[in-house]
Nanobody, 121 residues
Framework: QVQLVESGGGLVQAGGSLRLSCAAS????????MQWYRQAPGKQRELVAA???????NYADSVKGRFTISRDNAKNTVYLQMISLKPEDTAVYYC???????????????WGQGTQVTVSA
């Protein structure tokens, strides 16, 4: 019922910037939250950026000060602005959302397909 489509990944040199986007579509009643995760080869998927109910955002320590999550509610889209990229940022980046639809009484977790970010030294 819901699809998350990510875009914006690619190859960038260290110190460069990228902006990822993830647009949700389908039978959406409301979106309770949207977050960004990433997974490097051989590593566990980790939380990158997650807004909290308190109005702040939890960022992974490794990206704090360099990454910014934002959301356009009208477009059902979440963004991840990444600056000062480092080789260790290389990973597949996924968006995750908790979406309430007409067919489900409770929010359901959805994942994007992932977009590759590669940062060269």
């Amino acid at each position: 019922q819901v699809q998350l489509v990510e875009s914006g990944g690619g190859l960038v040199q260290a110190g460069g910037s990228l902006r990822l986007s993830c647009a949700a579509s389908g039978s959406i009643f409301s979106i309770n939250g949207m977050q960004w995760y990433r997974q490097a080869p051989g590593k566990q998927r980790e939380l990158v950026a997650a807004p909290t109910t308190g109005g702040s955002t939890n960022y992974a320590d490794s990206v704090k000060g360099r990454f910014t999550i934002s959301r356009d509610n009208a477009k059902n889209t979440v963004y991840l602005q990444m600056i000062s990229l480092k080789p260790e940022d290389t990973a597949v980046y996924y968006c995750n959302a908790q979406v309430k639809t007409r067919s489900w009484s409770s929010p359901r977790d959805y994942w994007g397909q992932g977009t590759q970010v590669t940062v060269s030294a």
